[in-house]
């Protein structure tokens, strides 16, 4: 096992109806002014916006809203966000909705203690020296942005998806209430578990050293994670299958998984962005076609631990079996697996690969991954 830091600050408040103390908890932090971030209007129907609102005036929080965080969520929304931040004397961010709402919310944390272009932290001109306060309400699990430093956001000029990672926007407090992903549609039930499935994989085959302990937790999240969408499909209110979902969604991205395996690389999220920044396709249905036809091309750098996630997960010793068996999988949970899919043309391959080969050169892979080895990949999808 390789030296390691393992820090996460973020404290989980995790169960039914805790969403209605975020006011309560806000307020114990000494914060009495916040900006609200969601989405497109699932938390209006739902009626958690009207709970929400309910908790922060029973403890006198004031606030600002921004509404409208789109799925790929865009840098022209963080940058209304910070706006309103600086302009309002806001003193902390609260994220209500999925993965792309908190990731808003942190990217508009970081920007408002910042004078210069926020953008800077993502194409690592600047580093992230101080944030606002970041709060969640999850809606949907799927990225562990509840439970993490990291925010992913696409630049709508330049149509790059680029990330930040900073302990300084990992959320103070993220409230994690199962019953209120109960609505989640079938389709992004399927794209969160693969996202879940991705998360966990990325490090699990590209790490330098694979301690035991870290290879079982990536394959109990796995099958946890399979045995629990399968559950979710036939019956979405099934309080236990989402609140272990929820759970073990978080534990893919937390830190947890690499700790002592000298790190791994995030080859299929980088090839994905390249999808979803040129596309607007949704980030697990990016996943979901990028990762069976990469497995297929990386398999042979690491034969062993291919075989070994063939056994572990699907019972059978043949590395190819295992690939194809996930692949089949996500079929069959309704994600698609090739590119004519999502609509992309073959055509479309080399300025997906020039565009993913740019961030793989912000990610320090620019060397491994070119745009001859990402087309190649493509091409197997
Ligand atoms: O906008 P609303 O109306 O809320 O609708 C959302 C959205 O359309 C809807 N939704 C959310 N909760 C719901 C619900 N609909 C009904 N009932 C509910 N309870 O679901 C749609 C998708 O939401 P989104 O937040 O986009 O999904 P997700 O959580 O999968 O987030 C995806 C984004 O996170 C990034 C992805 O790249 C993508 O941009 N990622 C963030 C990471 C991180 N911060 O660590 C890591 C990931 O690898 C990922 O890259
Ligand atoms: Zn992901």
Do not use: C
Request: glycine share 8%; proline share 3%.
């Amino acid at each position: 096992m390789n030296d390691f830091t393992y820090y996460n600050p973020t404290k989980i408040e995790f169960g039914k109806g805790k969403e209605n103390n975020i006011g309560a908890y806000i307020k114990a932090s000494g914060i009495q002014k916040i900006l609200l971030v969601y989405g497109g209007g699932s938390i209006k129907k739902t009626g958690l916006y009207e709970r929400i609102i309910t908790s922060l005036k029973k403890s006198n929080i004031e606030f600002e809203e921004l509404s409208g965080v789109v799925s790929n969520p865009l840098l022209s929304k963080v940058n209304e966000g910070i706006a309103l931040a600086k302009n309002h004397g806001i003193q902390a961010v609260l994220g209500v909705g999925g993965g792309s709402v908190a990731d808003s919310a942190k990217s508009i944390a970081a920007g408002a203690k910042y004078d210069g272009d926020v953008w800077d932290f993502f194409i690592n001109k600047a580093k992230i020296a101080d944030a606002l306060p970041v709060f969640t309400v999850m809606t949907l699990s799927a990225t562990a942005s509840e439970m993490n430093g990291n925010a992913v956001i696409i630049n709508d000029e330049t149509k790059q998806k680029y990330s930040i990672a900073s302990v300084l926007v990992n959320p103070k407090i993220s409230i994690i209430n199962p019953e209120l992903m109960a609505t989640v549609s079938q389709d992004y039930l399927a794209y969160s578990a693969v996202d879940i499935i991705a998360h966990s994989i990325e490090v699990y085959f590209t790490a330098t050293v694979h301690p035991h302990f870290n290879s079982r937790i990536v394959e109990s999240i796995i099958k946890t994670v399979m045995e629990t969408t399968e559950i979710l499909i036939k019956n979405p209110a099934d309080y236990d299958a989402r609140a272990e979902f929820a759970w073990t969604a978080i534990q893919a991205l937390n830190g947890l998984t690499p700790a002592g395996t000298g790190g791994g690389s995030f080859p299929n999220h980088m090839i994905e962005h390249a999808l979803s920044a040129l596309y607007n396709v949704p980030h697990g249905a990016g996943l979901a076609v990028v990762i069976p036809a990469w497995m297929k091309w990386y398999k042979a750098n690491n034969i062993a631990q291919f075989q070994r996630f063939a056994k572990e997960i699907f019972n059978t010793q043949d590395a190819d079996e295992g690939i194809i068996k996930l692949e089949n999988w996500f079929a069959k949970i309704g994600a698609p697996v090739t590119l004519a899919q999502l609509n992309i043309p073959r055509e479309g391959i080399t300025a997906l690969a020039t565009n993913a080969n740019a961030l793989a050169s912000v990610w320090g892979l620019g060397d491994f991954y070119t745009q001859e080895v990402i087309a190649e990949i493509l091409k197997k999808a």
